[in-house]
């Protein structure tokens, strides 16, 4: 007797070998049961013929760390790729740890970015335990672990100016995230183009990653560049890891701007050398060609010192210089028609969808003026949509055994009424695009790609139980049909749900069934050992 039976799977087991046919039998949390023709009953009973069936997939990369909180939906865009644990908290932004000295400007900090208004939220959890039990109180649709964002750990301690720590706030930082990490995060997140993150400097992150070396946690890095300095980006994460001997995890690796374009074996070849020599570097990517950050991220570092509030107090009235360098970043992401405005917060609700040449034509001013004149309107929260990458790197770096995948995005409603936004088509389709652009362009084996979304973030978490399918280890299953698996995501429609995800299993519960969440959400934290 099992509580769930699986019969007739394709076993695909996250191992990269080769698919086999097998029933499995799920008893608590745990799979128990695993073989051909299994003589055992069960009350929940799952035909998967045709079907495959494997580890639940691990999005090594998002930002849903407030998704749960959101009132009126069930926040569902994860579960129904196929996901059951995100990692939150990344590129250098996190909603912890605070207190209450910091609290409001934390708020603001993590506010200024978000596709989704907080509407008045204010960030409540001071820790990571804190985190956990308001999980417990208002349950995620999937599993949670949590890194601690450099940029909030340094806003945290030091407020958001641009200068060096003192030799006491870098120990008050070590030891905070030396704190976190006890309680259970997975690491440390660097977000080096958002203040305050970029404002830290090689001493102040080797002193952290060594912190979470001596943890066995990993460091992961929106780089300082993605365009024209990347490999000078990549070359300053490599001294960090060769002096602390972190695990460096290089979040959405991509290569922004057309100088880039057919540059990414280089830029392989020089993480590969890296790995050569000792150091231990794996990487996420997501399978879309427009990349997705705020406006704010064409405003210089400078600029932004002291919070949300003094840079929009600088762009009510920019300078001649500052708009100089808001117009040479635009152009490195390809120029003002590439800038695709997500979304204002009904500031400017006529220019949503809208790309930023188009809205300067209508407002009669330059982009660089526009991009001013949008962020001081919004306290410096309009989330974008860039078009900026070439499809031959997006696959290059997608070949790469090394390289999960992460959305970068949020989970969200399908109500659109809630949302009111086409936000980047990520948050609702990353992991069936994946294995579509898999199977569409004939990269590798299912087995191979299947690995690269289970197993491999699983080792790079620590998880010894979870990203295989294998007697004993936690029952967390996908099932989907490999010939149907797709994205339905567009840019101007991205509100919707992915072909060819037929069940997610969390934990031996059921929680999506004939592709349609089943009950309430469950999801809790998990915690790094």
């Not at 090594?60 to 009126?72: A, N, Q, V, W």
């Not at 750990?153 to 003192?166: D, K, Q, V, Y």
Request: charge should be negative.
């Amino acid at each position: 007797m099992v509580d769930v039976l699986i019969k007739n799977a394709l076993i695909v087991d996250g191992t990269g070998r080769r698919r086999y046919q097998a029933d499995l039998g799920l008893t608590g949390k745990r799979i128990t049961a695993l073989g051909k023709d299994l003589k055992v009953t069960a009350p929940t009973v799952i035909d998967a013929h045709n079907q495959v069936v494997a580890p639940g997939f691990i999005d090594i990369h998002s930002h849903s760390d407030l998704s749960p909180f959101f009132t009126g939906s069930k926040m569902q865009s994860k579960l129904y790729q196929g996901i059951t644990l995100e990692i939150i908290g990344n590129c250098g932004i996190s909603c912890l740890p605070v207190n209450d000295a910091c609290r409001q400007a934390v708020t603001e900090f993590i506010g200024a970015g978000l596709e989704l208004p907080l509407n008045g939220m204010v960030l409540t959890d001071d820790s990571v335990t804190d985190y956990a039990e308001h999980i417990k109180r208002c349950p995620a649709a999937t599993n949670v672990g949590v890194l601690i964002g450099h940029g909030t750990l340094r806003g945290c301690i030091m407020g958001f100016e641009m200068r060096p720590p003192s030799a006491q706030e870098l120990k008050a930082m070590e030891a905070l995230l030396d704190k976190e990490l006890t309680e259970g995060a997975f690491g440390m997140s660097l977000g080096l183009i958002y203040p305050p993150s970029s404002y830290g400097q090689l001493e102040e992150l080797i002193a952290l990653a060594k912190v979470l070396q001596k943890h066995r946690a990993i460091l992961t890095v929106h780089m300082r560049s993605e365009s024209t300095k990347i490999f000078e980006a990549v070359q300053e994460m490599l001294a960090v890891t060769r002096a602390s001997g972190v695990h460096l995890e290089i979040s959405h690796l991509k290569l922004i701007g057309k100088p880039q374009w057919g540059r990414a074996r280089e830029l392989l070849d020089l993480i590969k050398s890296g790995q050569a020599e000792g150091l231990d570097i794996t990487c996420d990517q997501y399978p879309y060609t427009a990349t997705s950050t705020n406006m704010s991220a064409m405003v210089p570092g400078w600029a932004q010192s002291g919070g949300a509030e003094a840079m929009c107090e600088r762009l009510k009235a920019p300078a001649p210089p500052l708009l100089e360098e808001i117009r040479a970043e635009m152009e490195r992401r390809g120029g003002a028609q590439c800038v695709l405005v997500v979304s204002t917060h009904g500031k400017y609700p006529e220019f949503e969808g809208r790309t930023l040449d188009l809205i300067a034509a209508r407002l009669k001013i330059k982009p660089e003026e526009a991009v001013a004149r949008l962020l001081a309107a919004t306290n410096g929260g309009v989330p974008c949509c860039y078009f900026s990458l070439a499809e031959e790197d997006v696959l290059t770096i997608m070949r790469e055994p090394y390289i999960c995948v992460g959305t970068d995005g949020y989970a969200m409603p399908f109500e659109k009424g809630l949302i009111g936004t086409n936000p980047h088509p990520r948050s609702f389709g990353t992991f069936p695009r994946y294995l579509q652009t898999i199977r569409e362009q004939q990269l590798m084996s299912l087995e191979e790609a299947v690995a690269k979304i289970t197993a491999l973030p699983a080792r790079i978490l620590g998880l010894k139980d979870r990203g295989r399918i294998a007697l004993g280890q936690y029952a967390d299953l996908t099932i989907f049909d490999p010939s149907q698996v797709a994205d339905r995501s567009t840019y101007t429609d991205s509100l919707q749900k992915p072909a060819g995800i037929k069940y997610v299993i969390i934990g031996g519960r059921l929680a999506l069934a004939e592709g349609e969440q089943v009950g309430d959400n469950f999801g809790q934290v998990l915690l790094h050992e």
